[in-house]
């Protein structure tokens, strides 16, 4: 396993580069996908509060540790703040149900999901929605002040490094000027398609560390959101399959998973496939015996479609581009 040596944080951090994700993974599915992946070596999840994966994810790490085979400072582990909870005032008690159903005391990452913000429905702490399926804004949100709120839980020993994830690059500078602590990683959708190449300078400049989720494409994303939000994208895009890939999967004796995790290693991004399969499993994070060529990792950032190739715009959150925080105005103004 390779890591990234995080900055602006206390000591020493490295977070390594291949995690298991775990969005959509249903609880049974969760807890067997969490041993293989452990089994296979994992050592670094990423899940979020609105995943529903923490109580599984808690559950099988209790019974690793008391099984003695791992200890909780060998795990590197990152949760989110819903964006139905993106207020300063509902910062610690989130974190806190978070660490309560991971049965742990600090997270290593706490990450903003959203830089937009939803009422809450506190019967059921999850967006609040109007009667005609839209959901219900709150523009009183403050992402400064949730910031120092996070803050406050580094302070506390509760978190280790704090980030942001779906930032714009504006949005992710007013976060940097304001802090005190300044952002340790930008998690964002991120794969042959979408390589996110000015947000990823912003990046580097600034020292954050850039996680992509969907490196695969999230294969399966439209029939979630078609069957929860009624929503669905027009050619659903398939990277898995474009010809390229699989001309290099055969040129380097791989599968079209590990070209498209290793093009985006091999330049320092650090990768979160989900699978509940455990081959898939297994293939994903053996990346570390082969490189691509420079030709080979050229050709490959030509598959770049920059904004049309976006699949996470979240419209399936009806009405949100209405907010003013909503980071992907460019896609409904038509820029
Ligand atoms: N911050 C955010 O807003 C945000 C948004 C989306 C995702 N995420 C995080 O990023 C993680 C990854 O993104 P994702 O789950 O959307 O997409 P992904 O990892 O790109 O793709 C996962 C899908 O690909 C399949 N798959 C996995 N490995 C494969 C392989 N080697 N070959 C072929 N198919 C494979 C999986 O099916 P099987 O399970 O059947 O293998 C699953 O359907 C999430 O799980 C979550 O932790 C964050």
């Known amino acids: 396993m390779k890591y990234v040596k995080l900055s602006h944080v206390n000591g020493l951090l490295e977070m390594p580069m291949v995690g298991l994700g775990t969005w959509r993974a249903q609880p049974e599915e969760m807890e067997k996908a969490l041993w293989a992946a452990l089994d296979a070596g994992y050592r670094h999840i990423d899940t979020a509060f609105n995943y529903n994966t923490e109580e599984t994810i808690g559950k099988v790490l209790k019974q690793w540790f008391s099984q003695g085979k791992g200890k909780r400072e060998d795990l590197f582990i990152t949760t989110k703040l819903p964006n139905c909870a993106n207020r300063a005032c509902d910062v610690a008690r989130f974190l806190q149900m978070s660490l ?19 009422h809450l429905n506190e019967t059921n702490f999850t967006p609040l929605t109007n009667e005609d399926g839209s959901f219900s804004l709150d523009y009183d949100s403050d992402l400064i002040a949730t910031w120092q709120a996070m803050e406050q839980q580094v302070d506390q020993g509760l978190i ?127 990346v570390f015996d082969f490189e691509l060529s420079r030709e080979d990792m ?5 598959l770049d479609r920059g904004e049309n190739g976006r699949i996470f715009d979240f419209l399936f959150f009806k009405g949100v581009e209405k907010h003013p925080e909503y980071p992907f105005k460019h896609r409904i103004d038509g820029w």
């Not at 309560?100 to 830089?115: A, F, R, S």
């Not at 050229?298 to 030509?302: A, D, H, M, S």
């Open 100 to 118: 309560k159903k991971l049965q742990t005391n600090y997270v290593d990452l706490y990450l903003i999901h959203m830089p937009f913000s939803f």
């Open 160 to 286: 280790k490094a704090i980030g942001l994830s779906n930032f714009s690059g504006e949005q992710i500078e007013r976060i940097y000027t304001a802090a005190r602590i300044k952002p340790s990683v930008l998690q964002i959708e991120l794969h042959a398609y979408l390589q996110q190449n000015e947000l990823r300078a912003l990046c580097r400049k600034l020292g954050i560390a850039v996680t992509a989720y969907a490196p695969l494409g999230s294969p399966g994303a439209n029939n979630h959101f078609n069957s929860k939000y009624n929503y669905s994208i027009h050619d659903f895009p398939d990277i898995l399959g474009h010809p390229l890939v699989d001309q290099l999967a055969q040129k380097y004796n791989k599968t079209p998973g590990q070209v498209l995790l290793r093009h985006l290693i091999q330049q320092d991004i650090i990768v979160i496939p989900k699978s509940g399969n455990s081959e898939r499993l297994k293939s994903n994070i053996d």
């Open 298 to 302: 050229e050709q490959l950032n030509g």
